[in-house]
């Protein structure tokens, strides 16, 4: 495959987000062929079973049930999104991929990183991201930050308690320990301008 299959990773109000988007204008505006997506979500099933997981109402889902729907709509967001653009060599800006169901699911919420890896390889068949960015910031900043902003869409997952948003960012920390080649940590603590030149840095040295 000819693409690159690049994912934006952190906990909540690290500002991955808004990051990626710029850094797909500027790359398209260097001639890239770039396309941008999420998990879960980025295609109509997945964005269905979005809302499903998220579902503030939703709050007798089981952890085994949250970690199985996040990896079903991540294998239709392979197949239908993904694959079909590594093939034609386009960039893939993911927010969010399998290294959230580890931290999230496998280390937060006690599920097992490896129990997880291991159920989710039925979903993505040895497609791992050639580059995964982690923005790396302190929880309770992170969780402070999206409390300030009143724009920002609160789901199921944000009414977490700070332990289990320390969990999740012990999970990356572990992860990115784990996966030194593939997983960059960028240090998302500074203005947004900063964190967007690192990140954007980061994804140049990579692909060129
Ligand atoms: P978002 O807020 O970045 O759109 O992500 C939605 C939420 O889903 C966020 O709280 C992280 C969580 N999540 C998991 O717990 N496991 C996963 O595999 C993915 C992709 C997201």
Avoid: W
Avoid at 37 to 49: H, K, V, Y
Avoid at 50 to 73: F, G, K
Avoid at 74 to 96: N, S, T
């Amino acid at each position: 495959m000819s693409g690159y299959f690049i994912t934006f990773e952190g906990g909540e109000g690290a500002g991955k987000t808004s990051i990626l988007h710029t850094i797909n204008t500027k790359l398209k505006s260097l001639g890239y062929d770039v396309i941008t997506t999420r998990e879960p979500g980025g295609i109509q099933i997945a964005e269905q079973i979005r809302s499903i997981i998220l579902n503030r109402q939703n709050t007798e889902m089981e952890e085994r049930t949250e970690a199985l729907l996040y990896a079903a709509a991540r294998r239709q967001h392979l197949v239908e999104k993904v694959l079909p653009a590594l093939e034609e060599g386009k960039i893939i800006l993911c927010d969010r991929f399998i290294d959230s169901s580890l931290a999230y699911q496998g280390h937060a919420r006690g599920l097992g990183m490896d129990e997880v890896f291991t159920m989710n390889q039925f979903a993505i068949k040895d497609c791992m991201p050639d580059l995964t960015l982690f923005f790396d910031i302190d929880p309770k900043k992170g969780l402070d930050r999206i409390a300030a902003n009143k724009d920002r869409e609160r789901n199921r997952l944000d009414f977490e308690n700070i332990e289990f948003h320390n969990l999740v960012y012990e999970g990356y920390q572990i992860l990115a320990e784990r996966f030194p080649d593939r997983i960059r940590t960028i240090d998302a603590d500074q203005t947004m301008e900063a964190v967007e030149k690192a990140a954007f840095d980061r994804i140049i040295s990579y692909i060129k």
